[in-house]
């Protein structure tokens, strides 16, 4: 059975802090990995990763995917209560995208 | 630019009243799909559609049904609600090709209560 395992659930972090995000898969015909924002609405897209070792960076996130190890992680530095949201990690395999329960991230002023 | 449109935002069904949730999108996608989000849970996929005429069950299919008879729609029916279905519903589209993955744009949500 296919499926993506996100951790932590949830964190609780103050602003400057760096967190990193889990997302771990095993899933059959893998074509990509996504990241993606959602604060109470539409998840908004974040970064999709298809190769190894590359890294991708967007101002103070950054993400990366090992397809060996069947894992990606996104890292966030300098937070900022901006960044409170659940990000969600979803796997494209086959016709489908699988997602994730999420990690719920809260940053404290 | 509408992406991906869904209507309507809010509603309250009765035990037993059925609806349609709507879904267009305007990006010439052929991949559609539904997700229901459950408070403090990822997406459940409910169906999918790979092109016109081609409807697929998710994850979670029981008391829903679908049907593509354009490139642009996506209807999602609720024959029978059940205070289970209360949820938030997303639908989206995409459009894979063989190099690589794609994103998922996501309509921006039906938040539906069954009461």
């Known amino acids: 059975e296919d499926k993506v395992v996100q951790s932590p659930l949830s964190l609780v972090v103050h602003e400057g802090d760096t967190v990193t995000l889990n997302c771990s898969y095993e899933v059959t015909n893998f074509r990509s990995l996504l990241w993606y924002k959602q604060e109470k609405k539409a998840p908004t897209f974040l970064f999709m990763l298809t190769s190894s070792g590359i890294e991708k960076k967007s101002g103070r996130l950054s993400s990366i995917l090992d397809k060996k190890e069947l894992f990606s992680i996104l890292n966030i530095t300098a937070t900022q209560t901006g960044d409170s949201a659940v990000y969600l990690c979803a796997v494209e395999a086959g016709n489908q995208f699988y997602f994730g329960t999420g990690t719920s991230l809260t940053v404290i002023p | 630019n509408a992406g991906v449109t869904q209507t309507p935002k809010f509603r309250i069904l009765k035990i037993g009243q059925s609806m349609t949730l709507q879904c267009t999108q305007d990006m010439n996608h052929n991949y559609m799909y539904w997700y229901r989000q459950d408070p403090g849970m990822g997406l459940k996929l409910i169906y999918y559609?790979?092109?016109?005429?081609?409807?697929d069950k998710g994850e979670v299919p029981n008391g829903y049904n679908v049907s593509r008879s354009t490139t642009e729609d996506f209807p999602l029916r609720l024959e029978l609600a059940a205070p289970s279905q209360t949820s938030v519903y997303f639908c989206?589209?995409?459009?894979?090709?063989?190099?690589?993955?794609?994103?998922?744009?996501f309509g921006q949500g039906t938040r539906l209560t069954v009461v």
């Open positions: 559609s790979v092109g016109a005429g081609i409807t």
């Open positions: 989206a589209s995409s459009s894979p090709h063989d190099r690589g993955g794609t994103e998922a744009f």
